[in-house]
């Protein structure tokens, strides 16, 4: 599998990802670059022995997302204008399916109540195509445990969705 | 709108986040495809390139201050040559300074203003701001350099004091940190025809050396007045005779003379003073109190649980004839054991529970606790028995009588009762060493600081006898110079324990105690007759009067006599004992004995911690060969400790004393 192929393929569920961590997709777009930047640099030394290409992808998204936020803040520490906000989601876009619309910002604002490590695994969970041992790879947990914040956390979206 | 898991997750997997693929393709458009290494060289390159220019600039200052720090200290080799023991090579490593060295000699021979540049100005001017110089220039202390601070006259060689003393008293130290001190200033060269007596009280406290080890074993930089030089000396145990079994004295004086090893053409005089030794089991029966801080202060694990296994070392030592009590104070004082007799069956662990049962909390009402335990002493009183309350504290006396002068009054008058007082220090940060110590000056007792295991073994274990019995109290020294032989002499430490020269035969007049096998040592360095006294060194002129009557006092090879005086523990009047030292004793400095030698580089090396205004031709690395050489036999390891403590202090960087 080439540079290309990959990209196709996997574009679209490292996007979603990154867009449930990072809440809006104009600063998923932003980490996004960095990604698949990275992916391309790195394309050569990926060792198909250590896991399949998910994981190893994954785990490039995971840390970047990290770096970003982390940077982010560093950067807004030092900012000399101020603290700058993260870039909202204003983009007009002719909608197709309105009702698809409304689920998705619904959804999405659920994703956002939840903490750092609970919107990851959500993330992985639901976009990336890993099953819960790979995800417990990617993210260092055991998998008892990723089972376990799943569950909980899934049961906070649902709760909110109650509510809303 | 209730929902099971299998349509969550279908809603999620039905979300698509970019439909139409716009992302996808600006993300790719956007990628760099050119080969990464040499991105990558080039960012390293960058990174590496804001290190070196981050790195300079920060340089610079340091690199300056180093300057400008040259250009200040003014040089110090205008004395001796490089003979004696410690003192610094000159040998024109540094041509700079010496051009400036001579600049000012000649300035000095020619003019009598010394030409200053515009810092050191600035620098008198500050000196002269500080109200202590002010108090001592109004005291007009006739001494060496010490009455010529600031003034324009001031030769090179007190220009550095002024610098040094400008600094004002620990600076650094003290806005670290909440500790105490009491200010005072090293001893002045004393010009024999103006001053031939010099009278001073016996001091065989050691705590000043365990505070100043502990901030150069923490990397701290040690307050100048927690340096007490004549502490140092004594910390360390000296091989000296003890008084013989016949005599009637309980101490022994020998004396030693030999070249100082600052300066050339100077000498040194050590006088050593051996009380007896008594054994273990001929020591009279003890009554101990045992009186302990358990305030809030003590809470943390370098003090109160320090103070049980020290006190638990002691009560270990015990004998059976012993009788201990226990004493508390916090908020209020208590009576936790009354004189226990170590006769009863299970006495020791008596002790030992009503000790571990202690815990820290409150206030500190030193003075109410030291009342109850001069009471419960008084209540077991073994009359020829040695009655001695042992007090464990960090100083922080916060209820009661809180101020110096009043504990003092207080500590004066329960002496009275005959019961003697030894006082441990423990704990740091906010250690009150003014106030432990004038408790143990003015209650007839010694003093020492416990920071470790070891050193409570030092004070209870390895020198029960010396800080727990008294053998000789109020121990004066005086000491007479013969103005034909001696020209100027310098008492190295004792500043704290001068007497006025009236209160030597002054029996209500109190002063140190020795205990059993302690030692004193004191250092003097002198002038002899004949040597040229440095330049720069102020002078008095020649009298004009009695000048007939000294020159009838010449006929005498002479040197100096030490006069010493004691009372038994007991006793109210005091004994004398004198000793005549003579030109003849002279040894050159290599073969002096090994505890002169030791004690010399002890001296220097505190004179060198307290950055004195006579050690700055001092060559540490001079200084460790000689205390290396003269190490001896060193069974404890307190000598191999001290060349470490040393070593240490050589390696880690001093901050100049600005």
């Known amino acids: 599998m080439n540079f290309e192929e990959t990209y196709t393929k996997y574009f679209k569920r490292v996007f979603a990802y990154v867009c449930a961590r990072a809440g809006n997709e104009t600063t998923a777009e932003d980490i996004c670059l960095n990604i698949w930047q990275k992916v391309f640099d790195k394309f050569s030394s990926f060792d198909n022995s250590k896991g399949n290409m998910e994981q190893w992808l994954f785990t490039i998204a995971r840390n970047e997302v990290n770096s970003y936020f982390r940077l982010y803040f560093i950067k807004n520490f030092f900012s000399l204008t101020g603290n700058e906000e993260l870039h909202q989601a204003h983009e007009t876009q002719p909608l197709e399916n309105l009702a698809a619309e409304e689920d998705k910002k619904l959804l999405a604002q659920c994703l956002q109540t939840l903490d750092k490590r609970e919107k990851d695994l959500i993330g992985l969970k639901f976009f990336s195509g890993l099953n819960n041992r790979e995800i417990a790879k990617v993210s260092g947990l055991s998998e008892s445990n990723v089972g376990t914040i799943l569950k909980r956390s899934l049961d906070k979206i649902r709760l909110k969705m109650e509510l809303l | 709108m209730k929902l099971n898991d299998e349509e969550l997750t279908n809603k999620f997997s039905a979300l698509d986040f970019d439909p139409q693929n716009i992302r996808q393709d600006r993300i790719y458009s956007k990628l760099n495809f050119e080969k990464s290494d040499r991105r990558y060289a080039m960012k390293k390159f960058i990174y590496a390139l804001g290190t070196v220019c981050l790195v300079g600039l920060l340089l610079i200052p340091i690199l300056n201050r180093g300057k400008v720090m040259k250009n200040q200290i003014p040089p110090d080799d205008m004395w001796a040559s490089s003979e004696p023991a410690f003192m610094k090579n000159s040998d024109g490593s540094n041509s700079e300074a010496e051009a400036l060295s001579d600049q000012t000699k000649d300035a000095l021979s020619t003019v009598a203003i010394r030409p200053a540049p515009t810092v050191r100005k600035s620098l008198v001017r500050k000196s002269m701001a500080s109200p202590r110089m002010h108090a001592d220039m109004a005291a007009g202390r006739a001494g060496y350099a010490g009455d010529s601070f600031g003034t324009a006259t001031s030769a090179n060689f007190s220009g550095g004091s002024v610098w040094r003393y400008s600094s004002g008293p620990s600076f650094d130290y003290n806005s670290m940190n909440d500790e105490s001190y009491k200010s005072f200033e090293g001893n002045a060269f004393k010009f024999v025809k103006q001053e031939p007596l010099s009278t001073f009280s016996a001091d065989v406290d050691t705590a000043s050396y365990n505070i100043v080890r502990r901030d150069i074993e923490r990397g701290l930089n040690p307050s100048f007045d927690a340096v007490r030089t004549e502490e140092f000396i004594n910390y360390f145990s000296y091989d000296y005779?003890?008084?013989?079994?016949?005599?009637?004295?309980?101490?022994?004086?020998?004396?030693?003379?030999?070249?100082?090893?600052?300066?050339?053409?100077?000498?040194?005089?050590?006088?050593?003073?051996?009380?007896?030794?008594?054994?273990?089991?001929?020591?009279?029966?003890?009554?101990?109190?045992?009186?302990?801080?358990?305030?809030?202060?003590?809470?943390?694990?370098?003090?109160?649980?320090?103070?049980?296994?020290?006190?638990?070392?002691?009560?270990?030592?015990?004998?059976?004839?012993?009788?201990?009590?226990?004493?508390?104070?916090?908020?209020?004082?208590?009576?936790?054991?009354?004189?226990?007799?170590?006769?009863?069956?299970?006495?020791?662990?008596?002790?030992?529970?009503?000790?571990?049962?202690?815990?820290?909390?409150?206030?500190?009402?030193?003075?109410?606790?030291?009342?109850?335990?001069?009471?419960?002493?008084?209540?077991?009183?073994?009359?020829?028995?040695?009655?001695?309350?042992?007090?464990?504290?960090?100083?922080?006396?916060?209820?009661?009588?809180?101020?110096?002068?009043?504990?003092?009054?207080?500590?004066?008058?329960?002496?009275?009762?005959?019961?003697?007082?030894?006082?441990?220090?423990?704990?740091?940060?906010?250690?009150?060493?003014?106030?432990?110590?004038?408790?143990?000056?003015?209650?007839?007792?010694?003093?020492?600081?416990?920071?470790?295991?070891?050193?409570?073994?030092?004070?209870?274990?390895?020198?029960?006898?010396?800080?727990?019995?008294?053998?000789?109290?109020?121990?004066?020294?005086?000491?007479?110079?013969?103005?034909?032989?001696?020209?100027?002499?310098?008492?190295?430490?004792?500043?704290?324990?001068?007497?006025?020269?009236?209160?030597?035969?002054?029996?209500?007049?109190?002063?140190?105690?020795?205990?059993?096998?302690?030692?004193?040592?004191?250092?003097?360095?002198?002038?002899?007759?004949?040597?040229?006294?440095?330049?720069?060194?102020?002078?008095?002129d020649e009298l004009k009067y009695s000048e007939k009557q000294t020159a009838k006092t010449v006929n005498s090879d002479e040197l100096l006599t030490v006069k010493l005086r004691y009372k038994e523990p007991d006793g109210d009047t005091s004994k004398l004992m004198s000793k005549v030292l003579k030109q003849e004793a002279y040894v050159p400095f290599a073969k002096a004995t090994d505890d002169t030698r030791f004690a010399l580089s002890v001296a220097a090396f505190a004179e060198l911690v307290k950055k004195s205004r006579y050690s700055k031709n001092t060559d540490i690395k001079k200084l460790l060969e000689t205390a290396r050489k003269a190490k001896g036999e060193d069974a404890e390891g307190y000598r191999a400790d001290f060349i470490k403590l040393v070593s240490l202090y050589e390696a880690v960087p001093q901050p100049a004393a600005n």
């Open chain 2, 241 to 540: 005779p003890a008084p013989k079994a016949s005599s009637k004295d309980p101490v022994n004086i020998i004396t030693e003379l030999t070249d100082s090893p600052w300066n050339e053409g100077f000498k040194v005089v050590k006088i050593g003073v051996k009380a007896k030794e008594i054994e273990k089991e001929k020591l009279p029966p003890s009554n101990l109190v045992f009186l302990i801080d358990v305030s809030g202060s003590m809470y943390s694990q370098n003090r109160l649980p320090l103070v049980k296994k020290a006190y638990a070392m002691l009560v270990k030592e015990l004998r059976p004839k012993d009788k201990v009590s226990i004493v508390t104070y916090a908020d209020g004082s208590k009576v936790v054991l009354n004189g226990v007799s170590l006769e009863e069956k299970d006495g020791k662990q008596k002790i030992l529970d009503a000790m571990e049962g202690l815990t820290a909390g409150g206030g500190t009402y030193g003075s109410g606790g030291l009342d109850l335990a001069y009471k419960t002493a008084k209540e077991n009183f073994i009359k020829g028995g040695n009655n001695r309350v042992i007090l464990a504290t960090d100083g922080d006396f916060n209820l009661g009588q809180t101020s110096l002068e009043g504990l003092e009054k207080q500590i004066t008058q329960a002496k009275e009762t005959g019961v003697f007082l030894s006082v441990l220090g423990f704990g740091m940060g906010n250690y009150k060493d003014d106030k432990v110590q004038t408790l143990a000056n003015k209650g007839n007792g010694n003093y020492a600081y416990i920071n470790d295991l070891f050193e409570a073994k030092k004070a209870f274990v390895k020198d029960f006898g010396s800080t727990l019995f008294t053998v000789a109290k109020d121990v004066k020294f005086q000491v007479e110079f013969n103005p034909a032989k001696v020209q100027a002499y310098r008492l190295i430490g004792y500043e704290k324990r001068k007497l006025q020269d009236r209160d030597f035969n002054d029996d209500t007049k109190d002063a140190g105690e020795l205990g059993a096998g302690h030692t004193v040592t004191v250092l003097y360095e002198i002038i002899p007759v004949g040597t040229k006294v440095p330049e720069g060194m102020p002078t008095i």
